[in-house]
C-alpha cells in the first residue's frame, strides 16, 4: 500500500474540493424526491423507493449502534461488537436522506460501497448530511485520503 502523504487541512480542503468538482455534478433533490413520491401511484417512474441501496441500515436493538457484521454467525444469530450482545435480527431502520446529488459511476460505486444510499442505474446520491460543503462530508475526506493517498494534519 502506498504511504498516506500528510498535507495542511487548506492543502486537503483544494483536494477535496477539486475531486467535488470532477466527481459530483450536481444537486437533484426536487427532481429525485418528486419520481420517488409519483412512484408509489405510476408504475411507469424511472426508479422507485425500492431502487435505492443501502436505504436502511442494521442497528442493534440493544444499544442502537449500527451494525459493522451484517450476516449471522454458525448459530444464525448477529453479535453487536459494540455491546457483544447476540440477537435473532438487527433493527432495520431506514438512512435519512436530506439531498439527492447526480456523481459519476465511479463515486457512486464507491459510496454504495461504504453503505452510503445510491441508486445505481441513475447515478444518484442519497447524502445524509446537510448543511455544509460536500467536500467536508467525512465519506468523501475518507474516499479522497483513500484513492489520492493524502489526508490532512489538522493543523490550521
Known sequence: MDKIKEVSE???QDICSDFVGKEVYMCSTHETEYILKKAWE??????SWDD???GY?????????????????ENDEYCCTA??????NPENNPQEIFEWWYVSSWLCDKL???GHPVIKDY?????????????LDGVICNIV???????SNGKY
Open 123 to 135: 447515478q444518484l446520491w442519497g447524502r445524509c448530511t446537510t448543511g455544509q460543503a460536500i467536500l
Open 10 to 12: 487548506t492543502e486537503f
Open 42 to 47: 405510476d408504475k411507469e417512474a424511472p426508479f
Open 57 to 73: 441500515i442494521d442497528i442493534c436493538p440493544s444499544c442502537g449502534e449500527e451494525l459493522d457484521i451484517t450476516t449471522p454467525d
Open 112 to 114: 454504495a460501497d461504504l
Open 145 to 151: 485520503t483513500e484513492y489520492r493517498h493524502v489526508k
Open 52 to 54: 435505492i441501496e443501502n
Open 83 to 88: 455491546c457483544n450482545t447476540s440477537f435473532d
